[in-house]
């Protein structure tokens, strides 16, 4: 099913369009005060730059003060009341607004910007939080994809539409009002459709002190390094495009000589890049959370951003070129490329990230730490700003402010992927599995996503654990040959995945011992671990007795067993059907269709190795 058919849903489509329309009347609303404060109302300059630098930073304010209260209130309450209060909130705003642009009253055009801040910082933690409520888990990674697509375009057709309507002549100011108040009360309506999301921590014992709370956020989020890390990695993503859109103006008029239409075009193109990225990652990642996409997004945020810096179209500086003039400039089309592809990238890097926040984090404090998310995000944004103003103070052009944003995000993504191994590693497994193969799954649901199991499987070749790891949503700790585990190009993969090496008997009795002691171990702490209980990889393709190892895990530690199946390996490139020789030359099948099918979990009461074997069998069939 397609992450599109989402938007035919009752449980997604009002939301998504909730969502939409508020962002459009954000984006609308700060462009038309832009345009009236900047261009039609005579101010001196000096007044002017004072209004459009308080404007953001009055925006960014009540993401400081009031996120941990809206991660409270998106946990303690029903999340669909709480956004009808809030899209009322937004009318009356709106309301507001509207006086401010009739009078020109420049302060209370101000408060309202620090209101609709109050109404994003209060959206922002439902936003994500009630995803993992309406949506199942195959369906977060295009969830995720469709409501970042739908804000940067409800984003981008906002600014045109804001300033498109404080230029009509004599009636910029009504055209303008009645918009944004009709945009709040659609909002309005569209959400009354959203169904019931039920609160996750109604117990929950609120904390009226935004001080305290929001140090409390602040250590919640950060209790899963993981979970935190993703949220610094989201948080960069907002620095970095903060940098970027920041300076994209100056670098329309001095770098590419182009006009108001030019600056229009090269916002479109980045937000269109960031879209088709954003909807690319359920087909890439195969409907699953794929944090292995995210090293990619990163290493692209960089080439393009880099490339930004050569790739120089040869036009005159402030020529004041159309878009269709700039079009046709030699070099232009370098630099639309790059533009769509850092937004491609961005669209690779923070879906994921979002997701794994919402699939890893627990439900009853999922609310609070995308609220600790937007305050860290709103904390680097704030940093951003200093830093792009920073380096036009010392005297650097705008595609060199790009240069250094590209290294930096560089050494900043090595640091989050040397925090968490796992980003890396999951980088790592779906390349190569991806190159090899095309994996179909069926049946994974049935790897509980929380408490111990056990999952056995037939073992056909070399691959076998890396396409286990890219398939399987949830981290499991695999038992694998020594030798296996000692691989040098793979043993990174494996160390970072706390796989576990075992060896015969006769080979090294000391660490077999070791094995089974921690894998007892994970599965007390309640960890999924997978063995392949044949003890090897087959050589003539047919499943080998399933060995007694399952049964003494079992005796000692019962927990439900998941029966997985690979068919269709028996003969791909690092099978045993053909010798070490033949492997070396060009294989026999390249990127080769494969499947990992799933049973229903078996009781440890009835579970042993010879049912287990049965149970595997039967899965494989005769898809060797």
């Known amino acids: 099913m397609s992450q599109f058919s989402l938007l035919t849903k009752r449980r997604f489509a009002p939301f998504f369009w909730t969502q939409a329309l508020g962002a459009f009347n954000d984006n609308a609303f700060r462009n038309a005060m832009v345009m009236l404060v900047a261009f039609q109302m005579a101010l001196p300059d000096a007044q002017v730059s004072l209004y459009t630098n308080l404007a953001p930073a009055l925006f960014i304010l009540p993401y400081f003060l009031f996120s941990a209260t809206a991660g409270q209130l998106a946990e303690k309450f029903e999340k669909t009341r709480i956004i009808r209060y809030v899209k009322l909130f937004e009318i009356a705003a709106m309301v507001i607004a509207a006086i401010g642009f009739f009078t020109h009253h420049v302060s209370l055009l101000l408060v309202v910007l620090f209101l609709m801040g109050v109404h994003s910082t209060v959206f922002g933690p439902i936003k994500y939080s009630i995803l993992p409520q309406a949506l199942e888990r195959s369906e977060l990674v295009g969830g995720n994809a469709l409501v970042e697509t739908g804000t940067q375009l409800a984003m981008l057709i906002g600014m045109i539409v804001g300033n498109s309507l404080m230029l009509i002549a004599g009636y910029g100011t009504l055209a303008a009002s009645l918009t944004t108040i009709a945009i709040a009360c659609a909002g309005y309506l569209v959400c009354r459709a959203i169904p019931v999301a039920p609160a996750t921590a109604p117990d929950l014992r609120f904390n009226w002190n935004p001080l305290s709370e929001t140090w409390r956020v602040l250590k919640i989020t950060h209790e899963d390094r993981a979970v935190f890390n993703a949220v610094l990695g989201i948080s960069w993503f907002w620095f970095f495009g903060t940098v970027m859109i920041a300076q994209l103006p100056n670098y329309t008029r001095h770098t590419l000589g182009g006009d108001g239409s030019v600056n229009t075009l090269v916002l479109t193109l980045f937000s269109l890049g960031t879209g088709i990225g954003s909807l690319l990652c359920e087909k890439l990642s195969g409907k699953r ?7 990619m997004g990163a290493f692209g945020l960089t080439v393009f951003a880099v490339d930004l810096f050569f790739a120089r179209p040869g036009v005159v500086a402030g020529a004041g070129l159309g878009w269709t003039a700039f079009v046709a400039a030699p070099g232009a089309w370098r630099v639309m490329l790059d533009l769509t592809m850092i937004g491609a990238s961005a669209g690779f890097y ?8 919402q699939s890893r984090a627990p439900r009853d404090r999922l609310s609070r730490i995308i609220a600790g998310n937007n305050i860290v995000n709103a904390l680097l944004i704030c940093i951003a700003s200093g830093f792009g103003i920073g380096l036009t103070a010392l005297g650097l052009d705008v595609p060199t402010i790009f240069l250094i944003t590209g290294i930096v995000n560089i050494a900043v993504a090595i640091y989050i992927f040397t925090l968490v191994p796992e980003f890396m590693m999951r980088f790592i497994t779906w390349v190569l599995v991806n190159t090899l193969y095309r994996v179909r799954v069926d049946g994974l649901r049935n790897v509980p996503d929380e408490g111990a199991a056990l999952v056995v499987c037939n073992h056909v070749s070399f691959m076998d654990p890396l396409i286990l790891m890219a398939s399987v949503r949830r981290p499991m700790r695999f038992v694998m040959y020594y030798k296996i585990y000692d691989l040098p190009l793979l043993r990174f993969v494996f160390r970072t995945a706390k796989a576990i090496p075992i060896a015969g008997r006769g080979e090294d009795p000391a660490l077999m011992e070791r094995a089974f002691e921690l894998v007892d171990e994970a599965l007390a702490n309640g960890e999924v671990v997978c063995i392949f209980p044949e003890g090897g990889i087959t050589r003539d393709g047919s499943i080998q007795n399933f060995r007694p190892g399952v049964d003494r895990i079992l005796a000692r530690r019962p927990v439900p067993v998941v029966p997985l199946a690979l068919r269709g390996m028996w003969g791909s ?8 020789l033949r492997r070396a030359r060009l294989p026999r099948r390249f990127w080769s269709r494969i499947e990992l099918v799933g049973g229903t979990p078996v009781p440890a009461a ?6 287990l ?5 039967e899965l494989r069939g005769d898809a060797a």
């Open 573 to 580: 490139i690092f099978s045993r059907r053909d010798s070490a």
């Open 606 to 611: 009835d579970a042993s190795a010879v049912s």
């Open 613 to 617: 074997e049965a149970r595997v069998t």
């Open 350 to 357: 923070v879906v994921p990230l979002f997701a794994f926040v």
């Open 289 to 295: 959370v794929e944090i292995g996409l995210v090293p």
